[in-house]
């Protein structure tokens, strides 16, 4: 669950650190307190993308942290296998920090990418935001939630179809791109037999480039290598004053010292190793010289092989590893060119089987979803009662899409009917933005059910609703607060009075150590009283009587009864 949410310097928001709890978490306030930022901050960090303008004002910086604990094994070793280090507290921590020129995203310290951000947070936190409802109205969304609803039974199989989906387009692709007349044959045939005879003409060896570069380097500069050894040994081997003269002077000084003096004899057989070794490197040096030939046909022969390699390359891959592969592609295009009729029909042997294969594999999805589809359309109708709805009727539509995609053939539609006596008809007809809303309470409430993830944000899902409804949204949302974290940004005193932990969001005028007044927003966790007062102003609006306040305490009262009850 999230356990902490710590903002600093972000928009109206100069520092706020929030502690939540289990359960039903119920964040409240006034319109433009600032609760959409707290949502806001929360998506951030969660790698979304943050505006240009989010830094506070003078602000260097923002800072978004977010502090979750993982209850969940399996969460924790999905996390393990992302490369996530969770240590013994199964806490993970997500910061981002927002300059003016750039971000920095980490996890539990360690910098990451945005996108590894989401990949993570998908297995941490579900949002809903305030306008995921009208998703709904979109038919795509309808097939995503079946086959999210069916997954674990549906996984294996859409892994098989999207493979079989891929073979089949690659197929099709080459069958369209294979259509030509026999002048267009002739023709590419033709080049390509050119040049395959180029590359087969050329002989070319592996790694025979860096051999005839290296000797390249060699030859280019014979001159100066030539020169530089030239001056070397004359330097070591020179009739005047070279070093092999100078130590053999040295030799006939030193020996006659020596008749005089014993102790310098080691000295003597020093300077007599020296001049061995001088006289064996000149001779080495020598040898070197003269074996050393500069013929220059043999340079003008590499230069020019070295030119047609380069040719090669130019035309057909920057190595001799990727000149070679292209021979051997262009020669199987020669054979399909001169096999084409026979090519042509094999072709359309292969799509016929792979078209085989992935109508066999979408047939068993669709019976798998169909199956599927009514468990979901019952749970949806069930929870749609829940929610209010007093004569819904609530079906699930299966046509066939024009061609294959990797996720079927199927086209699936969800059907409403709110009125008694009205025949179902697509949500975007019927449907108002008040139904939207409980319609995807209903659906997140049956998919919570099987779901991992620990945390669900709902983000003003009470959009267009009041009154009895309102109070059938809380108890659902109660509800689910039993088997997850909720955080719930509220308008309704209904859904409110339902909170295990209530926090409210004020703006206020407030003035800096230099006097400039500042607009900052501020969140307070609530305790019994407080939040009894904060209910009594979303009932009551502007005035606040005591009756309004018996009011608030008395919803509180009768949430905390039917929380008892469960």
Known sequence: MLQNLHVKNLALIDEADVEFGEGLNILSGETGAGKSIIIGSINIALGEKAPKDILRKNAEFALIELTFEIKNKDTIKHLKSLGVEIGDDNLVVISKKIKLNRTVSRINGETVSASKIQEISSFLIDIHGQHEHQSLLNKKKHLQILDEFAKRRITGIKEELSEAFLSYRKLIVERQNA????????????????????????????????????????????????????????????????????????????????????????????????????????????????????????????????????????????????????????????????????????????????????????????????????????????????????????????GRTKDYTSDGFDDVEFLISTNPGEPVRPLQDVASGGELSRIMLAIKTIMAQDDDIETLIFDEIDTGISGRTAQMVSEKMDLLSQLHQIICITHLPQIAAMANHHYLIEKSIETDSEKNEMTVSRIHSLNYDQSVKELARMIGGVQITEKVIESAREMKGLAKDKKKSR
């Open 179 to 398: 259509n030509m007349n026999s002048e267009e044959r002739n023709r590419e045939l033709s080049f390509l037999e050119f040049e395959v005879n180029e590359i087969e003409e050329a002989n070319l060896k592996e790694n025979e480039d860096e051999e005839l570069e290296e000797k390249y380097r060699f030859f280019s500069n014979g001159k100066k290598i030539i020169e530089k050894l030239n001056s070397v040994r004359e330097i070591t081997n020179g009739e005047i004053d070279g070093v092999a003269e100078l130590l053999d002077k040295a030799m006939y000084d030193i020996q006659f010292v020596v008749n005089y003096d014993e102790k310098i004899q080691n000295l003597t057989n020093e300077l007599s190793e020296i001049e061995s070794l001088v006289n064996d490197f000149n001779y080495e040096l020598s040898n070197y010289i003269s074996e050393l030939d500069f013929d220059e046909h043999e340079f003008y022969e590499l230069d020019s092989r070295l030119n047609l390699i380069n040719t090669l390359k130019a035309k057909y891959g920057r190595t001799i590893s990727d000149i070679l592969e292209s021979y051997e592609e262009k020669k199987k295009r020669i054979q399909v060119l001169q096999e084409y009729d026979e090519y042509i029909n094999q072709l359309e042997k292969n799509i016929n089987k792979e078209k085989e294969k992935l109508d066999k594999l979408c047939m068993e999805l669709s019976s798998i979803r169909k199956e599927a589809s009514v468990e979901l359309v019952d749970k949806i109708k069930a929870a749609l009662l829940d929610l209010n709805f007093l004569d819904v009727k609530f079906e699930m539509n299966f």
